[in-house]
């Protein structure tokens, strides 16, 4: 029964849209309850950690090409399709992604009192945005992705002097 489950299971879009829904729900939470809010971002960032098994045990290390590809029309008047698909390193950085931000929101469970609901929406939109950045085989958003990253690291940040300091730090690290 596995190997049918398997046969038919390529769905690697369905990991992308998880933090984003679990980043948006806490926004509908006042921000006196703090408990449901860490919650709901800890079992959305657990959802996308378990979400995607499937691809990790069919794919194939002997060969070199992108593999699960899947493309979706975006914007069909500019010819512009959203293609989705996963290599060897790619899937390395999307199951440590996915490992890394559960652990990220229980060690700052006890710490986000006061800015808890940014915290745990700002982790969740930068997960979102690093599988995309991962799965993406389009040149364009490959490319456009990779600069949305750091958005949500300036989020909050009290003094606008100390947000371009670390975002000059961020792009100067990365190129």
């Not at 769905?11 to 948006?24: F, H, N």
Request: charged share 15%; with cysteine.
């Amino acid at each position: 029964m596995l190997e049918h489950f398997c046969e038919c299971y390529s769905d690697l879009s369905g990991p992308i849209p998880c933090p984003m829904l679990g980043s948006i729900t806490p926004l509908f939470i006042p921000n006196s309850r703090i408990r449901p809010i860490r919650l709901i971002g800890l079992c959305a960032s657990l959802i996308t950690f378990l979400y995607p098994p499937v691809p990790r045990i069919q794919f194939d290390p002997s060969t070199a090409t992108s593999q699960f590809v899947e493309s979706l029309r975006w914007l069909p008047y500019e010819n512009i399709n959203l293609y989705l698909g996963i290599d060897g390193i790619s899937l390395f950085f999307v199951i440590l992604t996915t490992f890394l931000i559960p652990i990220c929101i229980s060690v700052g469970w006890s710490g986000m009192r006061s800015y808890g609901k940014e915290y745990i929406t700002a982790s969740l939109i930068h997960e979102f945005l690093m599988i995309a950045v991962f799965r993406m085989l389009d040149p364009l958003l490959f490319y456009v992705l990779p600069e949305s990253v750091p958005i949500p690291m300036l989020c909050g940040a009290e003094y606008l002097l100390f947000a371009g300091i670390k975002l000059f730090l961020c792009r100067g690290l990365v190129q």
